[in-house]
Structure formats: C-alpha cells, structure tokens
Nanobody, 124 residues
C-alpha cells in the first residue's frame, strides 16, 4: 500500500507560480514512477505530468508543456510540480498518483494510488 500526501496549493493571481509537493510512503519511492493529475469543477480528471523512477524521463500533457515542470527528490520521497505563468483555467484540485506496476509507459500513465488532492485557484 502506498500513501501519498500533496501540499503547496493555494490562491494565486494570473501569471503567478506555485510549486506542489507530494510525499510518498509505504513503498520504495526510488523504484516507482509518479504523476500528477488535475480535476476542475464539472470536468473529468486529466493527466498533467509523469516522471520515471530515476527522474530521467518525463511526460506532459501537450497543453501544459513549457509552463509546468515535474521533478523528484528520491532522498526525500517527494515529487514536485512547478507551475508557472498560471491561468484561471489551471484552477483545479491537483492529485499525485502512482501505478501499482513498476513497469510504466509514461505516455499512458495511470494511477492506482492517489493522494487526497490540493486545491489550486488562479484568480483573474
């Protein structure tokens, strides 16, 4: 079983930045791929970004490339999502997730374990 805990959400103005963090426990963090998803009000949950266990490979939603950056620190069991040039349409609950399998296609990333989410609100 994996436990995930996100933090770092909040209220920010258009054009601002936020860095989300997700701490994982219950599994060898350095062996698992991690990802971020988001869900806006009235919309389905959508993929944001994913990163391999080593951090050497990443994948992003096409619409977010260039503004969002995923990274990880295996010594701290933490994955990050740096979000720059935020827009009101980025407003959502952001979730970190990890799959049960150790073999992962980052371009078809799916989560089996989820955090509770952190709210990001971008004001116009």
């Amino acid at each position: 079983q994996v436990q995930l805990a996100e933090s770092g959400g909040g209220l920010v103005q258009t054009g601002g930045s936020l860095r989300l963090s997700c701490v994982a426990s219950g599994r060898t963090f350095s062996r698992i791929a991690m990802g971020w998803f988001r869900q806006a009000p009235g919309k389905e949950r959508e993929f944001v970004a994913a990163i391999s266990w080593s951090g050497g490979s990443t994948s992003y939603a096409d619409s977010l490339k260039g503004r969002f950056t995923i990274s990880r620190n295996n010594a701290k069991n933490t994955v990050y999502l740096q979000m720059n040039s935020l827009k009101p349409e980025d407003t959502a609950v952001y979730y970190c997730a990890t799959p049960d399998s150790l073999t992962v296609n980052l371009n078809a990333f799916r989560g089996d374990y989820w955090g509770q989410g952190t709210q990001v609100t971008v004001s116009s």
